[in-house]
């Protein structure tokens, strides 16, 4: 029987980003769920999304939306457990440039136990200034 994995980014989520374009394409939009909103970063890459979590978590799937053009082509997930302060790097995803969802099943073997923050950092992008546009983020696992 397959274990029934939950959203993870819930009201009590709280993110952060490395830039914002300008209001109008704000952090609020990675998960509001509408298709017609996103976050876009300012040029320049590295950019991010950081995601602290009410309770630990143990993420399974990520899912994300990005604008054709404007796609973290390198992403590497990196994370925080426990009373730690140190990011370390647990996986990386390589999403095509392509205007659809994109979901990515993550390993078992690299989480200890359960983390408290989860940083989604853009190492490359599709888009000749590093500019990052995504219109939905979605991150599936158990609450701990």
């Not at 143990?58 to 140190?86: H, M, N, W, Y």
């Not at 190492?123 to 000749?128: A, G, M, R, V």
Request: hydrophobic share 35%.
């Amino acid at each position: 029987m397959a274990e029934e994995l939950k959203p993870l980014l819930t009201a009590e989520t709280k993110t952060k980003v490395s830039s914002t374009l300008d209001k109008s394409v704000g952090k609020k939009y990675l998960t509001d769920g509408s298709p017609e909103t996103c976050w876009t970063s300012q040029q320049g890459t590295p950019q991010h999304i950081q995601i602290t979590f009410k309770d630990p978590v143990v993420p399974k799937r990520l899912s994300i939306t990005f604008q054709g053009g404007f796609v973290g082509t390198r992403c590497a997930l990196e994370v925080r457990s426990g009373d730690s302060v140190e990011w370390r790097t647990w996986t990386r995803v390589y999403p095509e440039d392509v205007n659809r969802a994109q979901s990515f099943d993550l390993p078992d073997d690299m989480v200890q136990d359960s983390i408290n923050s989860l940083r989604l950092v853009f190492e490359e992008s599709s888009d000749f200034f590093g500019r990052i546009t995504v219109y939905d983020l979605q991150l599936f696992g158990k609450i701990l």
